[in-house]
């Protein structure tokens, strides 16, 4: 099982991606689309949503599908707080994978990627897609 935390601002470019490429075996967590089927507001709700979202990381492992994280950006996010999700993983890669066009105007996000690249297992930047 791998762990994808994806840098994409809209999952029409991953799901792109992930037909290109006949990823199969995946389960895909995307924060903004769970905060608007749950109506959890971010600033609120924090517990609520990492409740939630611990448990579809949990449900993915039992699976054994590779989970592609969507972060949600609005709110200053931060590799940092991704860290406990790594405990959760165990043994199982940790990855990024950062689509960069849509960054590109974003300096904050990518010196975040960049100055912790080391936390990642693998990393793949894509320039566009």
Known sequence: ??????YCKTRKKLDKFIKANHIKNKYIIDIKKIMDEEEV??????????????HKVQQAIEKNKNIYYI???????????????????GENNFNILLFYS???KDTNILEDVFS??????????????
């Open 1 to 6: 099982m791998e762990f994808f935390c994806v």
């Open 102 to 104: 849509e960054f590109r």
């Open 71 to 89: 972060p949600y950006f609005e709110d200053g996010f931060t590799i940092n707080k991704l860290l406990n999700i790594k405990k959760l993983l």
């Open 41 to 54: 507001d971010f600033n609120v709700d924090k517990m609520y949503l990492k409740v939630l979202i611990f």
């Open 116 to 129: 912790n690249l080391s936390k990642f297992n693998n990393s793949q930047i894509i320039r566009d897609y």
